[in-house]
C-alpha cells in the first residue's frame, strides 16, 4: 500500500481534466474532417454532373479546406470557450467534487473514498489512461474517467508509480507534455 492523497478538487483541477481529456482532436481525426469536406466536394460536384473539371477540383478544394477551417476553430474553441464553462457547470452541479477525497492503491486497485461513499477500481479494468503535467485522467470507458490532480503526489516518482501501476497491468495510456 502506498501513502493516501488526501485532496479536495477543486474547479480548475476538473478544467485541466476536461482539457485533457478533449485534446483527443488528433491528426487521425483532423484527417476524418478533411476527408469529410472532401467527400462532400465530390458529391456536390457529382450531382452538378462533373461538367467542368476545374470547378469540381475547386469546389472539392475548398469544402476540404472548409472542413480544415472548421476543424481547426473547434481545436482552438474547445479548450479556450467550451471546457471553461462546461467545468464551472459541472463542478457546481457534482457535489461530490467539492468533498474532501482520499485515494491511494495497491498494486491492484485504485481505492478512493469521500463523505458520500467510496470506489475500488480495478486496474485492469481500466480502459486507458491519460496524464500531463496537471492530471492523470483514469478512464473507465472511452468516456467515463476518474481524475488525480498532479499537485496531491508528494512528487514525481510517486506519481510515476501510479503510472507504472497502470503499465504493469496492462492498461494503454499516454504522458503529454
Known amino acids: 500500500m502506498t501513502e493516501k492523497l488526501v485532496f479536495t478538487p477543486n474547479e480548475e483541477d476538473l478544467r485541466a481534466a476536461y482539457n485533457l481529456h478533449m485534446k483527443q482532436i488528433t491528426v ?40 480544415g477551417i472548421v476543424a481547426g476553430l473547434f481545436t482552438v ?59 492523470i485522467l483514469l478512464y473507465r470507458s472511452d468516456h467515463m474517467f476518474n481524475f488525480l490532480p498532479s499537485r496531491i503526489f508528494s512528487d514525481e516518482a510517486h506519481r510515476g508509480g501510479l503510472i507504472r501501476r497502470l503499465q504493469n497491468a496492462g492498461v494503454p495510456g499516454e504522458e503529454r507534455t
Open 77 to 135: 474553441l474547445l479548450p479556450v470557450w467550451w471546457v471553461p464553462r462546461l467545468s464551472k457547470k459541472i463542478y457546481k452541479q457534482q457535489k461530490d467534487l467539492r468533498l474532501e477525497t482520499t485515494s491511494w492503491w495497491d498494486d491492484e486497485k485504485l481505492y478512493s473514498s469521500n463523505a458520500q461513499g467510496h470506489a475500488n477500481l480495478t486496474f485492469s479494468d481500466m480502459v486507458k489512461w491519460r496524464a500531463d503535467e496537471n492530471v
Open 28 to 67: 487521425k481525426r483532423f484527417g476524418y474532417f478533411l476527408l469529410f469536406g472532401a467527400l462532400v466536394g465530390l458529391i456536390i460536384s457529382a450531382l452538378d454532373g462533373f461538367d467542368n473539371l476545374n470547378m469540381a477540383i475547386g469546389l472539392i478544394a475548398g469544402m476540404t479546406l472548409w472542413a
